[in-house]
């Protein structure tokens, strides 16, 4: 006998959570800059947020949030992880994540306004971080793209006015998921927006590398 789909209603209902963010240092009288650092897919805030060991904390306070989904890499007996979003109900999740960065920066960067704003995204972080700032226009003073991709159901041409000079693109020469032809399109795609961020490139793979992220800080960070 064939079995027949069983019929239901999906309701989407809004609930109160708690989120988590990982700080290397509370904003004092010394910090200059605060960041917001999203990680990558299967990542966690604390992961990304010890790749910022070497950088002075007085100086440089740095917030990451973790993403909201979270589950156990490799199964059950695995570390913990978290994503930022899956293809599943993806733009309730992107609605969700959207208003957790408000909340992030609007409690943990807007009281402190002579701070410059540096964000940065890891790998599926960045693409989060390029759908926050399309949606949400908090601004900022600089936005490394670090092994990143770029949404491709926004335009990125009304991102353009809010990155003009203050964008930066980084990615390890051998990261597999950064392919010849994948770089090409990303190139494409800033050229149709008019974007054109400097490349920063480092001797590694799908990974945040500290040395060259303190060499990006020293050059670009003012």
């Not at 027949?4 to 910090?31: C, D, G, M, P």
């Not at 966690?44 to 979270?70: A, M, W, Y």
Request: net charge neutral; charged share 20%.
């Amino acid at each position: 006998m064939k079995k027949t789909q069983t019929e239901f209603t999906l309701k989407t209902i809004e609930v109160t959570r708690k989120a988590h963010i990982y700080i290397n240092e509370k904003v004092q009288a010394s910090t200059r800059y605060i960041w917001i650092a999203a990680h990558g897919y299967g990542q966690t805030g604390s992961r990304i947020l010890s790749k910022f060991n070497q950088v002075d904390s007085k100086i440089h306070s740095v917030i990451c949030p973790e993403g909201l989904s979270l589950f156990y890499w490799g199964g059950v007996q695995g570390p913990h992880a978290a994503s930022w979003m899956t293809s599943r109900n993806r733009l309730d999740e992107i609605d969700d994540f959207c208003n957790y960065l408000d909340a992030v920066y609007d409690q943990c960067v807007e009281p402190y306004p002579s701070c410059k704003v540096i964000l940065m995204g890891f790998s599926q972080g960045a693409t989060t971080l390029y759908r926050w700032v399309h949606k949400s226009k908090r601004p900022f003073d600089f936005f490394i793209n670090w092994a990143g991709w770029f949404p491709e159901d926004i335009n990125m041409n009304d991102l353009s006015p809010l990155f003009d000079n203050r964008h930066l693109l980084v990615y390890g020469n051998e990261d597999p998921y950064l392919t010849e032809e994948r770089t090409k399109a990303m190139n494409l795609h800033l050229h149709r927006a008019l974007m054109n961020p400097p490349v920063e490139t480092f001797n590694g793979k799908h990974e945040v590398n500290k040395i060259k992220l303190s060499e990006i800080i020293n050059t670009y960070i003012r």
